[in-house]
């Protein structure tokens, strides 16, 4: 095959009919579209008089970034919230009708009296029921709507607020790195706006700013001191007023972006101290309101009990409702709480050299042969990729063996409750298969993800070393390739698999940034995926990359800095849940084999002797209380340990390896010992 040809070839046959869902899609959102602009040709002219009453609402759908001008949306906002009512009053006339006619008033009504200038209201007590409950839904359905639509704007105001300033100081760090090798801040910020997969809500900040001297003629000065009085981060307005000042005045622009870069590092430690400090409190409330506190209440239920008292309800509620539900609240907390990027780390674009799909030219075609053999080479090398590694999707992302684990634990628990049925005792018999099935789901879930966790952080740790060598030998006046050729050639530990696949694809003809961005979406962490970005930038800009490699460097050794911090500093407080769950079991436990123990012998006693009036002894199961302890074991085995993994290391995923060693424990204990 002419390889002149060959390229335009494969692109034609890689073009394929449009998926139906896309279609779909498209006609969803048109429908969508319509449905935003109906209620505007209807109140949009009224709304347009009434600006100045709504420059808050107007600022804030403007901080918010959403594409709506501010009467669409008030039009939008009154037409859907009359609707709403119009929805609640059609409901509140058919409840109506069904509380009146179908079931009738309740007694409590239908009985009420009073005095005799009153005494008229008993005459319409229908139509006045029936009126309370058409207002009451209208109003409710109604203002439901009102309110949220007004508080809408607002919520994605402080979700835009936070990702700014989680990104910030990373943000500065790229832009004093590329403004030490060279590049004008235009530039900078074209690079930066660039960069949203790493930089996210700043660099739309960034991008509002280029719009604004591009699309609007507007200079430097206008568009920095427009951002200043849009943007919802008070981190980013005191930014670009600074720099505003230092424009105006002159001075140096990359030395502003140093001290600036310093000032958020400090503040960043000061914040960390401050927040491990609130962990330290939410660690010492944890153990005191939801392991001592269940465990004192548990206590004196079993004692109140003893004594004849009904208190298995309570024992109930807080056994299957206090402790998870406070548990996972706990957890929610401290996710909000924790500062520093969260989530999944963004995948770098990368170009493609072939498409995902390629469509076969018609048979006729003289090099059918040719594309239908190299659509068969793909294949085979796709399934042989497969048997090498069947496990790498897993590895890459730990929860996918949810899906395999899933079903399986889903068929043990339904056979488990078909077998139960005929088990004379089915409590007793589903329980040890509701463990199995937990240990199915979380067991191979916690080995994966800290598999991932141990490969991810033994690399990282040698980033720090890598980009400083990569530095030193830029520095000499070696290009960025041949130093990267001399790392691959070196021994720098764990890292060095991932080097040589560096050199490989650009051995192979790669770009050395597209090389970079595909060793950054292999290992796939925050701190490689800011300093490979950083590193594409300033290779785009120029070929001296020595300063940046410095700065990514620090950049990196800091981070690392801050998560040894945090994990020294919480290491004691994960030992102290783990110690206050082994009071929790073991009190548990001796109250179980000893004065449960003493009490069910008693009942057994008075039983066989033929005594009466035992009243409680005579209803007396140990079996009963030994069910609920093992099942306050479990809950609170499996709680405790996603809290200390939130807590350690700030991620749910990383408490699975302790709530699979506290469920172990309990399980073993009420199981050799008790049960």
């Known amino acids: 095959?002419?390889?002149?040809?060959?390229?335009?070839?494969?692109?034609?046959?890689?073009?394929?009919?449009?998926?139906?869902?896309?279609?779909?899609?498209?006609?969803?959102?048109?429908?969508?579209?319509?449905?935003?602009?109906?209620?505007?040709?209807?109140?949009?002219?009224?709304?347009?008089?009434?600006?100045?009453?709504?420059?808050?609402?107007?600022?804030?759908?403007?901080?918010?970034?959403?594409?709506?001008?501010?009467?669409?949306?008030?039009?939008?906002?009154?037409?859907?919230?009359?609707?709403?009512?119009?929805?609640?009053?059609?409901?509140?006339?058919?409840?109506?009708?069904?509380?009146?006619?179908?079931?009738?008033?309740?007694?409590?009504?239908?009985?009420?009296?009073?005095?005799?200038?009153?005494?008229?209201?008993?005459?319409?007590?229908?139509?006045?029921?029936?009126?309370?409950?058409?207002?009451?839904?209208?109003?409710?359905?109604?203002?439901?709507?009102?309110?949220?639509?007004?508080?809408?704007?607002?919520?994605?105001?402080?979700?835009?607020?936070?990702?700014?300033?989680?990104?910030?100081?990373?943000?500065?760090?790229?832009?004093?790195?590329?403004?030490?090798?060279?590049?004008?801040?235009?530039?900078?910020?074209?690079?930066?706006?660039?960069?949203?997969?790493?930089?996210?809500?700043?660099?739309?900040?960034?991008?509002?700013?280029?719009?604004d001297m591009d699309y609007f003629g507007n200079d430097l000065r206008t568009a920095l001191h427009n951002i200043s009085e849009l943007t919802p981060s008070d981190k980013f307005q005191d930014l670009m007023y600074n720099l505003l000042t230092v424009i105006d005045s002159g001075g140096d622009i990359p030395t502003y972006f140093r001290d600036k870069s310093e000032q958020y590092a400090q503040s960043a430690k000061y914040e960390q101290k401050g927040f491990l400090e609130t962990l330290a409190l939410i660690a010492e409330s944890y153990v005191t309101a939801f392991v001592a506190g269940p465990l004192f209440i548990i206590i004196m239920g079993v004692m109140m009990s003893v004594m004849g008292s009904d208190t298995m309800l309570s024992l109930y509620a807080i056994v299957y409702m206090v402790i998870p539900v406070g548990s996972f609240m706990f957890v929610f907390m401290i996710g909000i709480m924790t500062p520093g990027a969260s989530g999944e780390p963004p995948l770098l674009p990368t170009k493609k050299l072939l498409p995902d799909e390629i469509e076969l030219p018609p048979e006729d075609d003289p090099d059918f042969k040719n594309f239908k053999s190299f659509v068969k080479s793909r294949k085979r090398l796709a399934f042989r990729k497969v048997l090498k590694d069947p496990l790498k999707t897993i590895k890459e992302k730990p929860t996918n063996i949810l899906i395999i684990t899933g079903p399986i634990a889903l068929i043990i628990l339904i056979a488990s409750v078909l077998s139960a049925l005929q088990a004379p005792n089915f409590i007793d018999f589903i329980d040890d298969r509701i463990v199995y099935a937990i240990y199915i789901i979380i067991v191979p879930l916690a080995f994966f993800h800290e598999m991932k966790n141990f490969k991810q952080k033994r690399m990282q740790n040698q980033i720090p070393d890598f980009l400083k060598k990569l530095a030193s030998t830029n520095q000499t006046g070696m290009a960025l390739r041949d130093s990267i050729a001399l790392m691959a050639r070196s021994k720098i530990g764990h890292l060095s698999k991932q080097i040589r696949l560096v050199w490989k694809d650009i051995d192979w003809g790669l770009d050395i940034n597209t090389s970079l961005a595909r060793f950054s979406n292999r290992i796939r962490t925050h701190t490689v995926v800011r300093a490979i970005t950083l590193i594409t930038k300033a290779n785009e800009s120029s070929g001296d990359v020595g300063e940046v490699l410095l700065v990514a460097a620090r950049d990196a050794s800091f981070e690392q800095e801050m998560g040894?911090?945090?994990?020294?500093?919480?290491?004691?407080?994960?030992?102290?849940?783990?110690?206050?769950?082994?009071?929790?079991?073991?009190?548990?436990?001796?109250?179980?084999?000893?004065?449960?123990?003493?009490?069910?012998?008693?009942?057994?006693?008075?039983?066989?002797?033929?005594?009466?009036?035992?009243?409680?002894?005579?209803?007396?199961?140990?079996?009963?209380?030994?069910?609920?302890?093992?099942?306050?074991?479990?809950?609170?085995?499996?709680?405790?340990?996603?809290?200390?993994?939130?807590?350690?290391?700030?991620?749910?995923?990383?408490?699975l390896k302790h709530s699979t060693i506290m469920l172990t424990v309990a399980y073993l204990l009420f199981t050799l010992a008790v049960l």
């Open 1 to 211: 095959m002419d390889d002149v040809n060959a390229e335009p070839k494969l692109e034609k046959a890689s073009k394929s009919k449009e998926p139906i869902f896309d279609v779909y899609s498209k006609k969803a959102k048109y429908l969508f579209h319509k449905l935003k602009m109906t209620p505007f040709i209807i109140l949009g002219d009224k709304m347009k008089k009434r600006e100045d009453q709504y420059y808050t609402l107007k600022k804030e759908l403007k901080q918010a970034r959403m594409s709506m001008s501010y009467e669409m949306y008030l039009s939008n906002i009154i037409f859907y919230s009359i609707l709403a009512g119009l929805v609640g009053a059609v409901l509140g006339l058919i409840v109506a009708f069904l509380v009146i006619v179908v079931i009738g008033l309740p007694d409590q009504i239908t009985n009420l009296t009073f005095t005799s200038k009153m005494a008229w209201i008993l005459d319409f007590k229908e139509l006045i029921v029936g009126a309370i409950i058409f207002i009451f839904l209208t109003l409710a359905l109604g203002g439901t709507t009102l309110i949220l639509f007004m508080l809408y704007p607002k919520f994605l105001v402080g979700e835009r607020k936070g990702a700014i300033d989680r990104n910030l100081p990373s943000a500065v760090t790229f832009m004093y790195a590329l403004s030490r090798s060279g590049m004008n801040i235009i530039e900078l910020f074209r690079a930066l706006s660039a960069s949203r997969y790493t930089y996210g809500e700043v660099s739309r900040e960034i991008e509002v700013i280029l719009r």
């Open 564 to 655: 040894k911090e945090r994990s020294t500093n919480m290491l004691i407080y994960i030992v102290i849940i783990y110690i206050s769950f082994m009071v929790f079991v073991g009190v548990v436990y001796v109250i179980s084999t000893t004065f449960l123990a003493e009490m069910a012998n008693a009942a057994e006693q008075m039983a066989a002797s033929g005594a009466q009036g035992g009243g409680f002894m005579e209803e007396f199961d140990i079996n009963v209380f030994n069910r609920l302890f093992f099942h306050a074991a479990v809950i609170q085995g499996v709680c405790s340990g996603l809290i200390g993994g939130v807590m350690g290391e700030g991620s749910v995923l990383s408490g």
